[in-house]
T-cell receptor, first 114, second 112 residues
Framework: DSGVTQTPKHLITATGQRVTLRCSPR?????VYWYQQSLDQGLQFLIQ???????AKGNILERFSAQQFPDLHSELNLSSLELGDSALYFC?????????????FGAGSRLTVL | TQLLEQSPQFLSIQEGENLTVYCNSS?????LQWYRQEPGEGPVLLVT?????EVKKLKRLTFQFGDARKDSSLHITAAQPGDTGLYLC????????????FGKGTTLSVSS
């Protein structure tokens, strides 16, 4: 157990729907990162939050949004889902917010869009 | 275009063989990290290399950071089935902002 908790572990939904993925960071970590992993693109950085504030943005689609709450848990919202959004979504956390931090990853949420 | 290129993409070997996987970039990195990911799990950090030319050993795994800090390699001696997994290199580059970016990885399969 890495200490980073992601729910749900598996999710199957239909195109056009909206889903929310949840992440609880490791105790003491202030920064949360979201990554998308697919076979063709590898592990792609989506967005980072540090202590409730957005810190960095990567290849995140406009249909996707995220936030970090005062208790430091984070949610990734995916809307108007398309078949191509099927992927593994990972949350990771770290103590600091910048630099080459060591990331602790959760076990991921596998999203299947039918 | 991937900022970090990993090769080979796939590697299938027998137990006891040696192997090297590579992580290359045209950009300079202040440090590079190597992670291993097993099916159904998230990546787990193996090592961080910081200084150009640095060599770090972790049991049968040897990591090297290039002198120019643009590339890194991972050498595994006498591979075992337990080494099977996806090996990812990652780093922070000013070109890509402040977040950690990953290569696509090398999928290693070691059979007994």
């Amino acid at each position: 157990d890495s200490g980073v908790t992601q729910t749900p572990k598996h999710l199957i939904t239909a195109t056009g729907q909206r889903v929310t993925l949840r992440c609880s960071p490791r105790s003491g970590d202030l920064s949360v990162y979201w990554y998308q992993q697919s076979l063709d693109q590898g592990l792609q950085f989506l967005i980072q939050y540090y202590n409730g504030e957005e810190r960095a943005k990567g290849n995140i689609l406009e249909r996707f949004s995220a936030q970090q709450f005062p208790d430091l848990h984070s949610e990734l919202n995916l809307s108007s889902l398309e078949l191509g959004d099927s992927a593994l979504y990972f949350c990771a956390s770290s103590v600091q917010g910048a630099g080459a931090n060591v990331l602790t990853f959760g076990a991921g949420s596998r999203l299947t869009v039918l | 275009t991937q900022l970090l290129e990993q090769s080979p993409q796939f590697l299938s070997i027998q137990e006891g063989e040696n192997l090297t996987v590579y992580c290359n970039s045209s950009s300079v990195f202040s440090s590079l990290q190597w992670y291993r990911q097993e099916p159904g799990e998230g990546p787990v950090l193996l090592v961080t290399v910081v200084t150009g030319g640095e060599v770090k050993k972790l049991k049968r795994l040897t990591f090297q950071f290039g002198d120019a800090r643009k590339d890194s390699s991972l050498h595994i001696t006498a591979a075992q089935p337990g080494d099977t997994g996806l090996y990812l290199c990652a780093g922070v580059s000013p070109q890509a902002g402040t977040a950690l970016i990953f290569g696509k990885g090398t999928t290693l399969s070691v059979s007994s």
